[in-house]
């Protein structure tokens, strides 16, 4: 590894809690039990043997077998070796006759699933009884071979809030009144946003990561907000169903953009929601996650035409854990920051979920002072950083520089 890469890391390092350096996502009320024990472990990983960037996927490895070990009940593997819901299937595309055949052997109807808003309707399916997960789709791949098969696959929160005492107050950024959406945990009650609404088990449920994104939204200047909880209680709650049906509520309530700071792996259910989504008008902003550049592509932010979002620090420098993504458009403050968790106290957080709503509220003005021109408006902004004109590490350029909120 390369001596500045090797010292930038030591010195993040050293710097910080690992927990915190590295943005871990934790899914706050639901997974908050997970998450703890997560980062104990990944504090004696950084420690003994993370020496290099390309560890950072090992760290992310170790913790979705942690997930998965700790919520058996709920959540297993599925074929692509991705955490998602125990024993279902979502199945678009399968007329009456294929639908017969999968229930013939051994598949069970558990609910239709309709997104109206999105022109979407999902068959649920349960697996056969003692069939993994991953065998059950590739017998019904097997059985139904021109439908789209997806297990429901859960995406996680790109960062976290650390430890650390409250901080000052200092005022908000000029009004953005186009309305915005967060799929997310909940807000704290506190934030007051003009719809809320959950699309899980146990949801609204206020939690960390949800309060301090939705902080960050009214900080930076927006005055409309609709946010919905796709956690709640539940431990496989997150998923990709969820977050299709939280995309459809946004349509009806109007949102033209849509801020995700939840990262997983593709998949067909959620790709043709934010297409769908996409088509009706909103703009779709997500974080590249905080697994360092040598895993895989995260998505949503990875599906084309979403904002995909990286994060800088305090010196504009990028925070040497964010994640990557097929494409990258640009960076905004992600650390030497504070946003607020549920009780409403402002504290430190690090990682590209917190950079991504600050690019929202920016598109939402530009789409507000020049609508179709609202991406030519949004480049304007940017500044550009790292090598002249876009790169893999900044897009194209930093936006919302002066957003960071600060001691």
């Known amino acids: 590894?390369?001596?500045?890469?090797?010292?930038?890391?030591?010195?993040?390092?050293a710097a910080a809690p690992a927990a915190a350096q590295l943005g871990l996502p934790g899914i706050d009320q639901t997974l908050g039990r997970v998450r703890g024990s997560i980062d104990g472990l990944v504090d004696q990983t950084?420690?003994?043997?993370?020496?290099?960037?390309?560890?950072?996927?090992?760290?992310r490895t170790l913790r979705l077998d942690r997930l998965v070990r700790d919520h058996r009940e709920a959540i297993e593997f599925d074929g692509?070796?991705?955490?998602?819901?125990?024993?279902?299937l979502l199945l678009?595309?399968?007329?009456?006759?294929?639908?017969?055949?999968?229930?013939?052997?051994?598949?069970?109807?558990?609910?239709?699933?309709?997104?109206?808003?999105?022109?979407?309707?999902?068959?649920?399916?349960?697996?056969?009884?003692?069939?993994?997960?991953?065998?059950?789709?590739?017998?019904?791949?097997g059985l139904l071979p021109g439908a789209t098969i997806a297990a429901d696959q859960l995406y996680l929160a790109s960062g976290k809030a650390a430890a650390g005492s409250p901080g000052k107050a200092v005022p908000p950024l000029g009004a953005v009144s186009t309305r915005i959406g967060v799929i997310d945990g909940a807000p704290a009650a506190s934030a007051a946003v003009a719809a809320l609404r959950g699309f899980a088990r146990g949801a609204p449920l206020a939690s960390d990561h949800g309060?301090?994104?939705?902080?960050?939204?009214?900080?930076?200047?927006?005055?409309?907000?609709?946010?919905?909880?796709?956690?709640?209680?539940?431990?496989?709650?997150?998923?990709?169903?969820?977050?299709?049906?939280?995309?459809?509520?946004?349509?009806?309530?109007?949102?033209?953009?849509?801020s995700i700071s939840l990262v997983g792996p593709r998949n067909p259910v959620l790709e043709r929601a934010i297409k769908a989504v996409q088509a009706r008008?909103?703009?779709?902003?997500?974080?590249?996650?905080?697994?360092?550049?040598a895993a895989p592509a995260s998505f949503p932010a990875s599906y084309p035409g979403v904002l995909a979002v990286t994060a800088v620090d305090g010196r504009n420098r990028a925070l040497i854990e964010a994640g990557r993504a097929l494409h990258l458009d640009y960076a905004a403050p992600g650390a030497d920051m504070l946003a607020a968790n549920a009780a409403g106290v402002w504290k430190p957080v690090r990682g590209t979920s917190f950079a991504a709503p600050l690019v929202a509220v920016r598109a939402a003005h530009a789409?507000?002072?020049?609508?179709?021109?609202?991406?030519?408006?949004?480049?304007?902004?940017?500044?550009?950083?790292?090598?002249?004109?876009?790169?893999?590490?900044?897009?194209?350029?930093?936006?919302?520089?002066l957003c960071r909120r600060m001691r």
Not at 108 to 133: F, H, K, N, W, Y
Not at 281 to 293: E, H, L, S
């Open 46 to 59: 950084v420690s003994t043997s993370l020496e290099t960037v390309d560890r950072l996927a090992s760290v």
């Open 367 to 401: 789409l507000s002072v020049a609508d179709a021109r609202w991406q030519a408006e949004l480049d304007g902004e940017a500044h550009d950083l790292g090598r002249r004109g876009p790169d893999p590490v900044f897009g194209r350029g930093l936006i919302c520089g």
């Open 92 to 141: 678009e595309g399968a007329d009456d006759a294929s639908l017969a055949r999968a229930l013939q052997n051994g598949f069970t109807l558990i609910a239709r699933e309709d997104v109206p808003e999105l022109g979407i309707s999902v068959v649920r399916l349960a697996v056969p009884a003692g069939q993994s997960l991953a065998r059950a789709q590739r017998e019904l791949h």
């Open 1 to 13: 590894m390369h001596l500045r890469l090797l010292l930038a890391l030591t010195l993040v390092v």
């Open 281 to 293: 008008g909103a703009v779709v902003v997500a974080a590249v996650g905080n697994d360092g550049p």
């Open 80 to 88: 692509d070796g991705q955490p998602a819901r125990r024993g279902e």
């Open 211 to 258: 309060s301090a994104v939705v902080s960050l939204l009214r900080h930076a200047g927006a005055s409309q907000i609709v946010a919905a909880d796709v956690y709640g209680t539940d431990p496989a709650g997150g998923n990709a169903m969820a977050i299709a049906q939280a995309l459809g509520w946004m349509v009806a309530q109007q949102a033209r953009v849509v």
